[in-house]
């Protein structure tokens, strides 16, 4: 029986050339990464700064296993909460305009944490069509009624919100600042404008906004000018670490405390990685040459895709995706690449809608502009030679 579940699944995944595979790499230097003996250009990381490598913030891990060690040893509730991981908490708060700051082992479990402490039957959750697959996780496992909004469109979103109005639970509205497959901004100001109105909270996951945009890299909230009820910031993509954090006011960090089971009854990350991130939102800080080298990337890798015979869509963020269509043609892209030392993933359904797979191309400020010319050049000779192999 389970022998054939497990092979009728993995039929279907093969027959769509959607079958996953991990490739492992043999380590990275911020700007290359090392694959079957192979370097190639790593255009596909969501390290944007290269602080992922930044001696700073190896230093900060390094030096701070003498005092802490290498494990927490515990659930920040039993013994894993140290020092370090309260100064990084208070920093973070202070940082970002916050009550409190809380620390989550990922992204991925903070949106578990909140949503499912949170939200109860009764309550409206209503999402950003595109959300993140963390969030539409605990959405659909929510005893809260569940609704999505055409992506960004705010006119959806005042119809869904008004469906709420009478009614006496609570309402929970969550996008994100930069959508991670499209690369896109939210309408912040509008939408915080209208869970104001409805009397709904707003929920910010700015996993990709952190680090590159606002004041500092304080973030999207920051660029649009606004204050979520709740934001969630995650560590493994600008930050170049790992771990994510939830910003509230005290009474719902209070709340959290009590009863996020992700945050209790899970070991906190060390607190090596605490001061790792404590060194690396300190470059994040004084990052104004990382992020304007960064802009500088994007402006030029626009420029030369510009031309392409492929969908390149507005995205002004370090994510910038080509639309490929069909799963065989985003493989092709990506493997025709990687051959030519180019290391781009296709990105296909159901991480993203059906007949959009993709390349999820990723600029960082650690490009030089010879990559970015060696990538364009590439897809360019891609689409000569499939145009004229039809
Ligand atoms: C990556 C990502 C997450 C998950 O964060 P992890 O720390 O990698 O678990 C959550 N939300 C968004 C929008 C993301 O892009």
């Not at 290359?32 to 250009?41: H, M, P, Y």
């Not at 010879?370 to 364009?376: G, K, M, Y």
Request: include cysteine.
């Amino acid at each position: 029986m389970w022998h054939t579940f497990l092979s009728e699944r993995l039929q279907q995944a093969r027959g769509q050339d959607a079958v996953r595979v991990r490739e492992a790499n043999g380590g990275a230097d911020g700007r290359t990464v090392l694959i079957n003996d192979q370097r190639v250009i790593n255009f596909s990381g969501n390290d944007y700064l290269g602080l992922s490598r930044h001696p700073a913030v190896i230093r900060a891990w390094c030096d701070s296993t003498a005092q802490f060690g290498v494990g927490s040893g515990g659930s920040g509730h039993v013994t894993g909460y140290t020092t370090a991981h309260q100064s990084l908490e208070q920093m973070l708060a202070d940082w970002l305009g916050f009550d409190r700051a809380i620390l989550f082992v990922s992204g991925f479990s903070a949106n578990q944490a909140v949503i499912t402490a949170l939200m109860q039957a009764g309550d409206h959750l209503i999402c950003d069509k595109l959300a993140h697959a963390s969030i539409m996780e605990a959405a659909m496992h929510s005893p809260a009624e569940f609704t999505r909004f055409h992506h960004n469109d705010t006119n959806h979103l005042s119809t869904r919100l008004h469906r709420t109005q009478h009614d006496s639970g609570k309402a929970l509205v969550i996008t994100e600042g930069i959508f991670s497959m499209d690369g896109d901004t939210a309408p912040l100001l509008e939408i915080r404008t209208l869970t104001r109105q409805h009397n709904s909270w707003l929920m910010v996951d700015d996993a990709h906004g952190i680090g590159v945009c606002g004041a500092e890299g304080k973030g999207s909230c920051d660029a649009a000018g606004i204050h979520p009820d709740i934001l969630i910031v995650t560590f493994g993509k600008a930050v170049g670490v790992s771990g994510a954090a939830v910003l509230c006011n005290a009474q719902t960090a209070d709340y959290l405390t009590q009863y996020a089971r992700h945050l209790i009854y899970s070991t906190t990350f060390p607190a090596a990685q605490t001061c790792a991130l404590y060194a690396a939102i300190q470059e994040i800080q004084r990052g104004d040459h990382l992020r304007e080298r960064l802009a500088d990337n994007i402006h030029t890798f626009r420029q030369q895709a510009a031309h392409l015979p492929l969908q390149l869509l507005p995205s002004s963020s370090a994510i910038q995706p080509l639309i490929a269509g069909d799963n065989a043609t985003a493989l092709a892209l990506s493997h025709y690449l990687q051959a030519r030392g180019l290391w781009v993933k296709a990105i296909r359904p159901p991480t993203v809608p059906p007949g959009t797979a993709r390349l999820r191309i990723t600029i960082t400020s650690a490009h030089q502009k010879a990559d970015i010319t060696l990538l364009t050049e590439a897809l360019d000779a891609f689409c000569c030679q499939y145009r004229s192999g039809e």
